[in-house]
């Protein structure tokens, strides 16, 4: 149940806080009071989609926070659970909309994203705008509406998501199907390329070998030069070398250590380079001998490496890229050789889904009809008890062709209604009275409701289009549905306020600089004023007021 609703700076309300009872509460006022407005701060902190234009002039932020009791409310207890957002019985739900267009959400104080904000709303709250029966004649929203009141919007899923894998292999095996003609030509052309590529027998690493061993074979000459000048300087040079000096002085040092301890340091040190410089003499000597200055070897290096840059560039990749790409060469022949058997498979796993579609769609499709009768029966006697006693609302239910079938199933669902005895159901788009649409909509409004967990419905002037002894079965309707759950009711009619358990009054003020919104909860001499008001129009006669009051003194005998 929705407790409280806290709104501020949003378009032309500064700040208001209402507190909210069980049973059916109306909201009433001027045109242009701001009365959809609450209808629209209650869309937002759900979770609708939000700008910055909704800030009220000369503020940073609206603020939205509507705080509900879930302690009757498995579903919704579970869901915050699930998510870590669960604090006792209660769940506080806040939206910030800022001044530049950013927005921001909170459950029970947590920040989370606008889709986890609009999930829990959707557990909590359900709004019928004044505008639905405008879309009630599409077909989607008549379809949607069956299988919400039918309890089949699960097992629709199922049908969806059934569709979804059939068509998806479906295209796979069209694309596939496609490709068959050029088969043969790419399978020739891999051959040839996949031939060439393996009779150069290239290794993972042997572009990388061969171009340092290039490198070392075009500079061979300098390489043994060098080699043997560092060698001469190290060990084998007579007019001294380094090997002969760092000898001379250890022995000078250590003939010296034995008058002072602190050489033997010195000493271990030049004993360690003088076995360095011995190992790197003999490393340098081998190097030099292991030097190929061999041409021919050589030119084969250059052959080796100018064939492998030659079919790199026919291929269009890098040398280094040449073992991969014939990886991949191997499993497109591979995939191509065996196309016509994974055509076959594809073509069982086509059928296999189609088949697993057309299941789900014919049970969902048995379900509806069965469903269609219930909604049918309900809303004709909703009609009846709206001021359309000879009305009849039928729920046509036509199979689509086996090549027309839809994510939804195999159905087309098509609302037709008789407003008059003796007139044969139309299609709800053909209407031509707008009462009669009006309440019709209601009618059907009301009865998926009844169908519905969610625990408060908000109707924003649903009762627009009906007057007289009608509006009085609106409100009765209403009522009776807010003997059941919370009811919240946008409404012009005095006789379906007159039936609330609460009144609010909603009024615009202004000091010639600013307009604001407010929202008072209505005594009962307050709500006798505001019902003479709704009844009477500028004018407020005596006999008006007398009239008010008896119509909220009778409406206990109305709600019984």
């Given at each position: 149940m929705l407790m409280n609703l806290k709104v501020q700076d949003f378009a032309i309300v500064d700040q208001i806080d209402i507190e909210f009872a069980p049973g059916m509460t109306v909201l009433t006022g001027e045109t242009g009071a701001g009365k959809s407005i609450l209808v629209d701060a209650l869309g937002l902190v759900l979770g609708e989609r939000g700008s910055a234009q909704l800030v009220r002039e000369g503020g940073k932020r609206a603020e939205f926070a509507a705080e509900f009791d879930v302690s009757a409310l498995p579903q919704a207890r579970a869901w915050l659970e699930e998510q870590a957002l669960d604090m006792d019985d209660d769940c506080l739900l806040r939206r910030v909309i800022n001044a530049d267009g950013r927005s921001r959400a909170?459950?029970?104080?947590?920040?989370?994203?606008?889709?986890?904000?609009?999930?829990?709303?959707?557990?909590?709250?359900?709004?019928?705008?004044?505008?639905?029966?405008?879309?009630?004649?599409?077909?989607?929203?008549?379809?949607?509406?069956?299988?919400?009141?039918?309890?089949?919007?699960?097992?629709?899923?199922?049908?969806?998501?059934?569709?979804?894998?059939?068509?998806?292999?479906?295209?796979?095996?069209?694309?596939?199907?496609d490709a068959e003609a050029d088969r043969a030509s790419r399978l020739d052309l891999l051959s040839f390329q996949l031939q060439e590529l393996e009779s150069l027998g290239l290794a993972d690493d042997e572009v990388s070998e061969l171009s340092a061993e290039r490198q070392k074979l075009q500079h061979?000459?300098?390489?043994?030069?060098?080699?043997?000048?560092?060698?001469?300087?190290?060990?084998?040079?007579?007019?001294?070398?380094?090997?002969?000096?760092?000898?001379?002085?250890?022995?000078?040092?250590?003939?010296?250590?034995?008058?002072?301890a602190a050489l033997q340091p010195v000493i271990e040190m030049l004993s360690s380079a003088g076995i360095q410089v011995g190992e790197a003499a003999e490393s340098l000597r081998r190097y030099g001998d292991s030097l190929d200055m061999d041409p021919a070897r050589r030119d084969w290096v250059e052959e080796r490496l100018d064939s492998i840059q030659t079919i790199a560039r026919k291929h269009r990749v890098n040398a280094e890229e040449l073992p991969s790409l014939v990886e991949k060469l191997r499993r497109e022949h591979e995939e191509l050789s065996h196309a016509e058997e994974r055509g076959r498979e594809l073509e069982q796993r086509v059928d296999t889904a189609g088949a697993a579609f057309l299941e789900r769609a014919q049970v969902l499709s048995t379900a509806r009809r069965k469903t269609a009768r219930k909604f049918?029966?309900?809303?004709?006697?909703?009609?009846?008890?709206?001021?359309?006693?000879?009305?009849?609302?039928?729920?046509?239910?036509?199979?689509?062709?086996?090549?027309?079938?839809?994510?939804?199933?195999?159905?087309?669902?098509?609302?037709l209604i008789s407003a008059n005895p003796g007139q044969s159901p139309q299609p709800l788009a053909r209407i031509a009275s707008g009462g009669e649409l009006s309440r019709m909509s209601l009618a059907i409004q009301v009865i998926a409701s009844d169908a519905s967990a969610i625990p408060t419905m908000v109707f924003d002037e649903v009762d627009s289009g009906v007057g007289g002894g009608v509006a009085e079965m609106v409100g009765r309707r209403l009522r009776e549905l807010g003997s059941q759950r919370q009811v919240l009711c946008v409404t012009h009619l005095p006789q379906v306020?007159?039936?609330?358990?609460?009144?609010?009054?909603?009024?615009?003020?202004?000091?010639?600089?600013?307009?604001?919104?407010?929202?008072?909860l209505l005594d009962k001499s307050e709500r006798i004023d505001e019902l003479a008001r709704m009844l009477g129009g500028v004018e407020i006669t005596k006999k008006t007021l007398e009239h008010a009051a008896e119509m909220l003194a009778g409406a206990p005998k109305k709600r019984a």
């Open positions: 909170f459950v029970n104080g947590n920040p989370v994203p606008l889709s986890q904000l609009k999930s829990i709303g959707e557990l909590l709250l359900d709004i019928h705008g004044q505008h639905f029966h405008q879309s009630l004649g599409r077909r989607s929203v008549q379809r949607d509406l069956l299988d919400h009141f039918g309890g089949l919007l699960a097992e629709r899923t199922n049908v969806e998501s059934s569709f979804a894998a059939w068509k998806s292999l479906s295209r796979e095996l069209e694309a596939l199907t061979s000459g300098r390489l043994a030069e060098g080699a043997n000048t560092a060698l001469m300087n190290l060990f084998e040079n007579d007019a001294g070398n380094a090997n002969s000096l760092l000898a001379d002085s250890l022995r000078t040092l250590e003939s010296l250590a034995e008058f002072d049918a029966a309900a809303v004709t006697d909703a009609m009846h008890g709206l001021g359309m006693p000879g009305g009849v609302f039928e729920v046509a239910i036509k199979t689509l062709d086996g090549g027309a079938v839809r994510p939804w199933g195999i159905d087309d669902v098509d609302f306020a007159s039936l609330a358990d609460q009144h609010f009054r909603i009024s615009k003020v202004s000091d010639g600089k600013t307009t604001r919104t407010g929202v008072r």
